[in-house]
Every structure is written in structure tokens, then in C-alpha cells.
């Protein structure tokens, strides 16, 4: 399985960006995905989930009416739109495989290596 | 989505056991058998190494065990080694298909 992300840079607070993230050797349609940051230094803090199917979506509190996940299944594409950026979301964004039991998420599978997101304060 | 609560460190000499614990709530923790743990060695990505509480995926060795009393989960790495050295995160389901992490835990092999 290979996870990769891309569309990170710095942007002025206010400002958008659009992330993205492809996939390979899964059946992608069958994954939940998510969006996983980590600020310079800092722990892990879950971003954002979307279910396979593309109708279900999920946000912490810091980044809801803010940031918009979605998904391209026939391209295997998970995309994050973010909007408003303010100087505390400056991290390291990671896209996740996410595995559902009874569609309740149960854990983080596979992992890219995530891209880069600054907003200078 | 408060945060679990885990210890900022923890060590152990090599060959020892070390056990890592994360507080949460009923709400996350207490309420489902969704926790996970994941490594994150230095400069590297997370790695998932216990999910459901107590699994392991394959290939992470039996050193390393889950388990959970009530609003508490604990992650225990036993015969520690040198390559344990790296940051644990605990994360549980908290409703809603909502995700909530702990702020991790530096495990140092002395």
C-alpha cells in the first residue's frame, strides 16, 4: 500500500489551500480516509474522516465550517479544501487509510508521509 | 474532543517492561473497544501497533500488548530494546466517527 499527499506550501492567514492525497494497492472505495496533522514538535491531532462511499463526513472542532474533506473514487483521490487558515494550522498534514468495523472507525492503517502546511502568524 | 490524557515520558532499561497509560472518558475511551496506539519513531511516520484494545497488526511483535479498565487504556512494551525509542500515541473512537488522540508519550530506553 503507498499513500502519498501533495499541495502543501506556506499561504497568508486567510488564505486557502487544497490538498491531496492518492493511493495505491487498495481497493480505495472501500476505505474510510482522514486527514491526520502534526504541528512542529507537537502530538497528533485527527483533522477530518470521510467514508468510503463519499456521503458521510466527519471534522474536529477547530477546523469544522473551515475545512472541507472529499473523495474522487474513480480517481482514488482524497482531496481536503482548506479555507480561513489561521497561524494554528500550521502542521504537517498526513492522509490515513481508515478501517471501519460496523461503520464505526477503528483504527489508522496505512500512512503517508505527509505535507507541509504553514501560515505565518 | 478533549484530548486523552497520556504521561509526557516514560523509560525503562533494556529488557524491562514499560507501561504507558492514556485517560480519557465514557464518552471515548470508556464507551467502545476502539482504542489504538501508534509508534512514531523519530523524523519517521506513525505506525499503527495495537488496534481494538488489544490486537496486534501482523508484524508487530508480542512485546508489545493493549489493554483497558474502564475510562483507561495502557499500552505495555516488554524486553525493551534500544529500537523502542520513539513516541506513543493512543487514540480512541469518540462518537460520531470522531477521532480523539492522546498528546503522546516519549519512551526512552535507558
Known amino acids: 500500500v503507498q499513500v502519498w499527499e501533495s499541495g502543501g506550501g506556506s499561504v497568508h492567514p486567510g488564505g486557502s489551500l487544497r490538498l491531496s492525497c492518492s493511493t495505491s494497492?487498495?481497493?480505495?472505495?472501500?476505505?474510510?480516509m482522514n486527514w491526520v496533522r502534526q504541528a512542529p514538535g507537537k502530538g497528533l491531532e485527527w483533522v477530518s474522516t470521510i467514508n468510503g462511499f463519499g456521503d458521510r463526513t466527519n471534522y474536529a472542532d477547530s477546523v469544522r465550517g473551515r475545512f472541507t474533506i472529499s473523495r474522487d473514487n474513480s480517481k482514488n483521490t482524497l482531496f481536503l479544501q482548506m479555507n480561513s487558515l489561521r497561524s494554528e494550522d500550521t502542521a504537517m498534514y498526513f492522509c490515513?487509510?481508515?478501517?471501519?468495523?460496523?461503520?464505526?472507525?477503528?483504527?489508522?492503517?496505512?500512512w503517508g508521509h505527509g505535507t507541509l502546511v504553514t501560515v505565518p502568524s | 474532543q478533549s484530548a486523552l490524557t497520556q504521561p509526557p515520558s516514560a523509560s525503562g532499561s533494556p529488557g524491562q517492561s514499560v507501561t504507558i497509560s492514556c485517560t480519557g472518558t465514557s464518552g471515548d475511551i470508556g464507551g467502545y473497544n476502539f482504542v489504538s496506539w501508534y509508534q512514531q519513531r523519530p523524523d519517521k511516520v506513525p505506525k499503527l501497533i495495537i488496534y481494538e484494545v488489544t490486537k496486534r497488526p501482523s508484524g508487530v511483535p508480542d512485546r508489545f500488548s493493549g489493554s483497558k479498565s474502564g475510562n483507561t487504556a495502557s499500552l505495555t512494551v516488554s524486553g525493551l530494546q534500544p529500537d523502542d525509542e520513539a513516541d506513543y500515541y493512543c487514540?480512541?473512537?469518540?462518537?460520531?466517527?470522531?477521532?480523539?488522540f492522546g498528546g503522546g508519550t516519549k519512551l526512552t530506553v535507558l
Open positions: 487514540c480512541s473512537y469518540g462518537g460520531n466517527n470522531n477521532l480523539v
Open positions: 490515513v487509510t481508515g478501517v471501519t468495523v460496523s461503520r464505526v472507525l477503528s483504527r489508522l492503517n496505512d
Open positions: 494497492g487498495i481497493t480505495f472505495n472501500s476505505y474510510a
